[in-house]
């Protein structure tokens, strides 16, 4: 199994672009998630997805984040217009169900920074 | 709510020793727990879980204590190894979200 696959692992844009971060779940996994990870605030959820459907984006910091997913075995977080307040590492993660924490896997995280 | 931390809280043990990780968790009605570690420049990787009708788990050379009185949780690490070197996390789950802690880095000392 390939685990959680994100692209690209690094990015460096300038302010004012827009950056699109891509996820594969691990394949069977009915829930998808999008994690933000910062020195400042750790790891927030920013949403999650089940069945392709968002469930809860109450976690997307402003209008200017937006994500999708398409089908069961792609998603895509997009930052438009990307600010350096934005620099972060964002993790995709997904699992069978979205109770027991065991089957959510992390993928390696997209290391954004925006200048 | 979610804490905010300008500083990672750091735990440094002699290698061999047991490491206990403590973190305080918020909501009441949280119903499940989960450890993570996180290596650098990876992904968190689930540890050990447990849930609210149990008090104590083990695993393979780690154990996590609830206590639900205080709202605390605890991760004991047996005989420290240097691979054992990572941040580690807690988190809860409430309506579906799973929330994380700020994180306990772990150094090990040769």
């Known amino acids: 199994d390939a685990g959680v696959i994100q692209s690209p692992r690094h990015e460096v844009t300038e302010m004012g672009q827009e950056v699109t971060l891509r996820c594969k779940p691990i394949s069977g996994h009915d829930y998808l998630f999008w994690y933000r990870q910062t020195m400042m605030r750790g790891l927030e959820l920013l949403i999650y997805?089940?069945?392709?459907?968002?469930?809860?984006d109450s976690g997307m910091p402003e209008d200017r984040f937006s994500a999708k997913m398409p089908n069961a075995s792609f998603s895509t977080l997009k930052i438009q217009p990307s600010e350096p307040r934005d620099s972060a590492v964002y993790f995709c993660?997904?699992?069978?169900?979205?109770?027991?924490?065991?089957?959510?896997?992390f993928g390696e995280g997209s290391w954004l920074t925006v200048v | 709510g979610e804490s905010v931390g300008l500083h990672l809280p750091t735990l440094s043990v002699q290698e061999g020793d047991n490491s206990i990780i403590n973190c305080a968790y918020s909501n009441s009605a949280s119903d499940y727990f989960i450890w993570y570690k996180q290596e650098s420049g990876k992904g968190p990787q689930f540890i050990i879980d447990?849930?609210?009708?149990?008090d104590k788990r083990q695993g393979q050379r780690v154990t996590v204590l609830l206590n639900k009185t205080v709202k605390h949780l605890s991760l004991q690490i047996a005989a420290t190894q240097p691979g054992d070197s990572a941040v580690y996390f807690c988190?809860?789950?409430?309506?579906?979200?799973?929330?994380f802690g700020q994180g306990t880095r772990l150094t090990i000392n040769p």
């Open positions: 993660a997904s699992s069978r169900d979205a109770i027991s924490g065991n089957t959510i896997y």
């Open positions: 997805f089940n069945n392709n459907v968002p469930i809860d």
């Open positions: 447990i849930r609210s009708n149990m």
């Open positions: 988190a809860e789950k409430g309506a579906q979200k799973l929330v």
